[in-house]
């Protein structure tokens, strides 16, 4: 069984960056669709940004778009979440999962989901 750990989040001001990591163990990461989520405290997880198992296509959530940039190193079995241009809406706590679809926003189409890392952006 896949095991996912992220790490990379932290405080910042707005408008500032941040990278995200998520690495993978213990199963299958090369052949799956990896997505981002993030669930700000009373709301529900949202998708944020999934990629291919190739890298070769990308799918983001409009909220991120032009500003955050997905990708993955399927030799280190990671991905990454490249953040720009923080806004405070952004603040949250970040999941990657495994999925087999890249064109769903949906969390019941992933798995695997991990611990999550939290990122607050200061206005």
């Known amino acids: 069984q896949v095991q996912l750990v992220e790490s990379g989040g932290g405080l910042v001001q707005a408008g500032g960056s941040l990278r995200l990591s998520c690495a993978a163990s213990?199963?299958?990461?090369?052949?799956?669709?990896l997505g981002w989520f993030r669930q700000a405290p009373g709301k529900e997880r949202e998708f944020v940004a999934a990629?291919?198992?190739?890298?070769?296509?990308?799918y983001y959530a409009d909220s991120v778009k032009g500003r955050f940039t997905i990708s993955r190193d399927n030799a280190k079995n990671t991905v990454y979440l490249q953040m720009n241009s923080l806004k405070s809406e952004d603040t949250a706590v970040y999941y990657c999962?495994?999925?087999?679809?890249?064109?769903?926003?949906?969390?019941?189409?992933?798995?695997?989901w991990g611990q999550g890392t939290q990122v607050t952006v200061s206005s």
């Open positions: 213990g199963g299958t990461f090369n052949f799956y669709v």
């Open positions: 990629i291919s198992w190739s890298g070769s296509s990308t």
């Open positions: 999962a495994r999925g087999s679809f890249l064109r769903t926003t949906a969390t019941s189409d992933f798995g695997s």
